[in-house]
């Protein structure tokens, strides 16, 4: 399976971390696009499977503390846009990734997934930083990549929008979706 975090750090801030998955996922987005056929299906792959443990980890961890830091609008409006995200990730994963359908919603997807890590780094990260000590937010990146590892790799409805949801429906969706993967 491919790890969706990068490589390993002693000093998992968890902006830090984020900002990574952030560059990882713009890098992915240029790599489907210039792709066809089966290495466009393996890189949006890669783009899905990055994008869903990532929501699932931001929702967890970074949100609570962000509604805190940033407020209650910046957060909702963020787990807003991530409930769309997860609706439009799980329509393009039904389609074939070389149609005109295909290229035409993931070039809109790519706009609102890429706006909304934008707001992120505009508006909660530096709240964040601001709000927490490096200490705190350490330990935040290390509970981020601990949901990361135990979250789904598909986008699931049933539990978009609600981390108690996430918490309880992720881990068995995790193990339903790994093993999808591995197949």
């Not at 390993?8 to 998955?21: F, H, K, R, S, Y």
């Not at 997807?109 to 709000?131: D, I």
């Not at 699931?156 to 969706?173: D, E, I, L, Y």
Request: hydrophobic content about 40%; overall charge negative; charged content about 30%.
């Amino acid at each position: 399976m491919t790890q969706v975090v990068g490589p390993a750090t002693t000093d998992p801030d968890v902006i830090a971390v984020l900002l990574g998955q952030h560059a990882r996922v713009k890098n992915l987005f240029a790599q489907v696009e210039a792709a066809t056929g089966q290495a466009r299906q393996e890189r949006f792959d890669e783009l899905r499977q990055l994008l869903a443990v990532h929501e699932i980890g931001e929702e967890i961890v970074l949100r609570p503390v962000a509604e805190k830091a940033a407020g209650e609008q910046e957060a909702d409006a963020r787990n807003a846009e991530e409930k769309e995200a997860n609706k439009v990730l799980a329509e393009l994963e039904k389609l074939d990734v070389d149609g005109a359908e295909f290229a035409a919603k993931f070039a809109e997807f790519q706009k609102a997934v890429l706006a909304h890590a934008e707001h992120e780094e505009r508006e909660e990260f530096p709240a964040v930083r601001e709000h927490c000590s490096p200490q705190e937010r350490q330990e935040m990146g290390r509970r981020l990549l601990k949901a990361e590892d135990k979250a789904p790799t598909h986008p699931h409805a049933s539990a978009a929008g609600s981390p108690t949801a996430q918490k309880v429906v992720g881990p068995f969706a995790a193990m339903v979706d790994k093993a999808r993967d591995a197949l």
